[in-house]
């Protein structure tokens, strides 16, 4: 079954808090887990971001519209009971309970809309996208983010696929020495392009004191790059009895290459397709400039140890 949305967790997260006893949030959604007969797999899967489960987050979240609605209270850390509004509420025995529902106790409108309009029956565009959607706030926020990134490297590919081989060569200088490798930008500057030997392209240094030289291969492929490509760089790599390479195109990889590459003894090759080329631009701050920055911020637990 796939993770429910944070909004239907709110009756039975409620309605498992009805016996009036402090409740664990860690507690409960094992309970709900239960209820909604998620399996391991359901109850693994990740926010985008990768940094946190999706059910765990959207219990948190249910929990938090419901403490601010006055249904729940919070009693320490990740502990909640139920209030009297909240038995009121489940004694009407709603259908459900989602943010519309919320918005009838002014508490919470208050903190939705903000304490200077919390009169106000008005909705602002992000929290109409918040009611509609199934996403918590904060999967919004990393979905949307996953979705800029994901276009932004479709427009670098795009871009480099269109600039001279020159610029290839220049970008992939630039992305190593950016990742900690190459040395100095002289140093890896003149070792790109100089070589062109038997499938190699060029060595850089893996590291600052060279303590080990890197063999490279970088190429704009238009098609996917076949398992052949990849033995024959292999082989070169052989020639020069070098223990290290980096295959980096604009393109993509089979899978016959792929598993051809991670099956070679005593030789460690990596395979950069285009996809993942992108992505390194964009972390290691190649060809891409800052637009705007956003902190999210949580409460410091240990700054409140002491409460």
Do not use: C
């Not at 459900?96 to 919320?102: A, P, R, T």
């Not at 996917?224 to 990889?253: D, E, H, M, Y």
């Amino acid at each position: 079954m796939a993770v429910p949305d944070y909004q239907s967790l709110m009756l039975p997260l409620l309605k498992a808090a009805n016996d009036g006893s402090e409740h664990n949030l860690n507690d409960a959604a094992e309970t709900l887990a239960q209820q909604f007969d998620l399996n391991d797999q359901d109850r693994k899967e990740l926010l985008p971001s990768g940094k946190q489960r999706k059910f765990d987050n959207r219990v948190h979240w249910a929990r938090t519209y419901l403490v601010k609605a006055l249904l729940l209270r919070s009693t320490g850390r990740s502990k909640f009971r139920i209030t009297e509004r909240g038995i009121d509420v489940l004694k009407s025995n709603p259908l459900h309970i989602n943010v519309k529902f919320l918005k009838q106790f002014p508490e919470f409108r208050e903190f939705v809309h903000g304490r200077d309009n919390a009169a106000s029956n008005d909705t602002s565009i992000s929290q109409e996208i918040i009611e509609k959607t199934s996403q918590t706030p904060q999967e919004i926020l990393e979905t949307s983010y996953q979705s800029l990134r994901q276009n932004l490297a479709q427009e670098l590919l795009e871009r480099i696929k269109n600039s001279p081989p020159k610029f290839f060569e220049n970008l992939v200088v630039d992305l190593l020495i950016a990742m900690g490798y190459g040395g100095s930008k002289r140093d890896a500057g003149q070792a790109i392009g100089q070589v062109g030997d038997g499938g190699i392209d060029g060595i850089i240094k893996e590291d600052k004191l060279g303590l080990d030289a890197i063999y490279l291969q970088a190429k704009r492929w238009e098609g996917t790059v076949s398992r052949p490509v990849v033995q024959g760089f292999a082989g070169a790599l052989i020639g020069k009895k070098a223990r290290k390479g980096i295959l980096i195109t604009t393109s993509n990889f089979s899978q016959q290459a792929i598993d051809y590459a991670a099956g070679i003894e005593n030789l460690k090759i990596i395979l950069i397709g285009g996809e993942q080329l992108a992505q390194l631009m964009i972390d290691h701050e190649v060809g891409v400039t800052e637009e705007s920055r956003y902190i999210v911020k949580k409460i410091d637990l240990d700054y409140f140890s002491d409460e």
